[in-house]
């Protein structure tokens, strides 16, 4: 064979190669006795590999002579068919080698593992305020030293007894004697106090590490899917990745890759232009898609972004409009977030024909389900011409969180600082009391003002001229959380709270302070739904520290769903015919809600993030107090199947979100409780 001096790898011969590739692996997947069966069957193929490969050779360019101390350049890889990637940090000096050892270890093993060592770490913490309090000693007997040398001087100048002075002499060298052993015990205390938080900060490391993955495992058949499937289309693409070696939950990662799989696809099938749209546009041919791993405030964030055309909204109203899934008059109120998050329905597509490469909401209801089952949330945005995004926040098993802390009734809370916009003191005077609703101004934006106390079911604060306030959310969904006092920032090793207590309102996590005192750490968003819920029923407390009430005497609905054009269409639909109606974001906020108050009836969604309407009403026929009270799931999915599922939960009616368009809903509720009032109906 002739040594090839240079040779211009093409897109037909990488396709060959990777053919080639594809061969080799089935052979090697084949086995001894089948290979016979499997050469006369596949002898075809291999022959035109090979008369392929023998073309590529002579056509290759006459060699150039060679010098030994020159080597022979490698093969170039055109852009649009060689995968880019973002630079990557270097391996860390004891990252493990293929050839290490590999145990197999039971899940349930690394757990307590991970426990054991989140525990130590905790409880190596306890020895610094007990130094603090050794050195408070010293300087006591410091303190009582200087005493005894100003009675030794008072004494002196009185010409006191000789005796009580040898006494005194006696006492100083017994103290002396007490404050230099005591010197000794504390730099042996501190000693020992290093080297525990030392010890138990890299037991916890390497419990972390043996727990986690690099994402670049994950996602390692993924350059060869977007080459060949922008290939397939027509396109030309780069495929770039940020984050390789971010540590991921060997679980989660295990389950990402289908998801991101379809994220990929339907980036290329329609997010990228073709060539020519792009050329015509100003864009490069060749479309970005990016994938990104990275940890943020306690969270693996995940991002699939592409550089393409971004999605239609218009055209997404218009699907929604011809599918039936809204009212006409409901349709123009949907915001462009809204109108999102239909892509993540069953079948929902913009396509007038469904392909096997992808499909806008084929694949992404898939997504949804993975991150919801890992109790994770995804985000999409679109920049039109731009691109579109999609966000997948996850949570990390057990993670070092740092956090701000601050006291709510004499008890200690803790929000990560991810989620803080703001801390700050708020003085009495610069609070305005709208419609009986505090609030504001922060960066010239209006910022509802609501205590923690009454979110979190504590006992009302006395009013004090200034407040300690932190401010949460996004946008106009900003919000000031009103607490009694900060304690300052701190790192806590999240505890995950034990699963027999299910999802616990407004609560994420739990922690230890350094002195053992046990911290709750609250979800962000779990607090952002409950001041959502307040702020709907009207029962916000007014600067007058009241709330308002309402409802007596009649029927009480209490609607469930995340989307807050819709629960205010139910609500208002409800309110309507005379219900006191009462309102929930999403299914745990749902339950609880549900537990606190004498409702007569459930409306709920099915698709909502941390629980589904279907696993709400399975808890809720499942709860002896409440299995009694009638539900109605009121669903964008509209095939047998869905509905076949919340009747077998257990739901009393299942309707599709079309039925606001007539009385169907209105007279499913009057078959199961009656009118809003016994003696007549409210018209």
Known sequence: MRLLSQLQLRRAHVDQLLA???????????????????????????????????????????????????????????????????????????????????????????????????????????????????????????????????????????????????????????????????????????????????????????????????????????????????????????????????????????????????????????????????????????????????????????????????????????????????????????????????????????????????????????????????????????????????????????????????????????VPLGYIVRALRLKSEAVVTTQGRPHFELDGRRVGLVAARQVLGRTAAPSADEAAVIVLGEGDARYGLMVDKFLGERELVVQPLDPRLGKVRDVAAGAFMEDGTPVLILDADDLAHSVDKLAAASRLVTSTGKATASGHGRKRVLVIDDSLTVRELERKLLESRGYAVETAVDGVDGFGVAQQGAFDLVVTDVDMPRRDGIELTRLLKADARLKAMPVIIVSYKDREEDRLRGLEAGADYYLTKGSFQDDTMLKAVADLIGPAVETEAVQ
């Not at 086995?31 to 016979?36: G, H, L």
């Not at 396109?235 to 389950?255: H, M, Q, S």
């Not at 969270?299 to 218009?318: H, K, P, Y």
Request: net charge neutral.
């Open 20 to 414: 080639g590739v594809d061969l080799l692996t089935r052979i090697a997947k084949t086995s001894e006795a089948e290979m016979p069966r499997w050469e006369n069957e596949q002898a075809g193929e291999i022959d035109a590999f090979l008369a392929v490969l023998t073309a590529v050779r002579e056509v290759a360019p006459a060699p150039e002579p060679a010098h030994p101390n020159h080597p022979v350049p490698a093969p170039a890889m055109p852009a649009a068919a060689a995968p880019s990637a973002a630079p990557e940090p270097a391996a860390a000096p004891n990252a493990k080698s293929a050839e290490q050892r590999v145990l197999r270890v039971a899940a349930e093993n690394l757990n307590r593992l991970f426990g054991l060592a989140s525990e130590s770490l905790v409880e190596s913490r306890w020895l610094r305020p007990y130094g603090v309090s050794v050195a408070r000693l010293k300087k006591m007997h410091r303190d009582l030293g200087l005493s005894l040398d100003q009675l030794r001087a008072q004494a002196g100048a009185a010409a006191a007894d000789e005796r009580f002075l040898a006494a005194l002499t006696e006492a100083q060298h017994r103290l002396a004697s007490c404050r230099s052993y005591l010197t000794e015990r504390l730099i042996e205390l501190e000693t020992f106090d290093r080297r525990a938080i030392n010890l138990s900060d890299r037991l916890y490391n390497e419990a972390v590490a043996v727990r986690m993955r690099p994402f670049s495992d994950g996602i390692g058949g993924f350059p060869r899917m977007v080459r060949d499937v922008a290939h397939q289309l027509g396109k030309e693409a780069r495929y770039e990745v940020v984050g390789n070696e971010t540590p991921v939950d060997r679980e989660i990662l295990e389950k990402l890759e289908a998801p991101l799989g379809h994220l990929l696809r339907n980036a290329l099938d329609h997010g990228l232009e073709a060539p020519a749209v792009r050329l015509a546009a100003g864009k490069a041919a060749a479309g970005l898609v990016r994938l990104e791993a990275r940890h943020q405030a306690g969270l693996l964030m995940i991002t699939v972004s592409d550089d393409g055309r971004g999605a239609d909204v218009e055209q997404i109203r218009a699907a929604v409009l011809r599918r039936k899934l809204v009212a006409a008059d409901m349709a123009p109120r949907l915001s462009e977030a809204e109108l999102l998050e239909f892509l993540f329905l069953p079948g929902f597509s913009l396509k007038d024909h469904v392909s096997d490469i992808s499909g806008r909401g084929v694949g992404l209801d898939v997504v949804q389900s993975m991150v919801r089952a890992v109790r994770g949330t995804i985000r999409v945005t679109s920049t039109p011409g731009e691109g579109m995004r999609f966000q997948l926040q996850l949570p990390l098993t057990l993670s070092v969180v740092r956090a701000l802390l601050f006291a709510v009734d004499g008890e200690s809370y803790a």
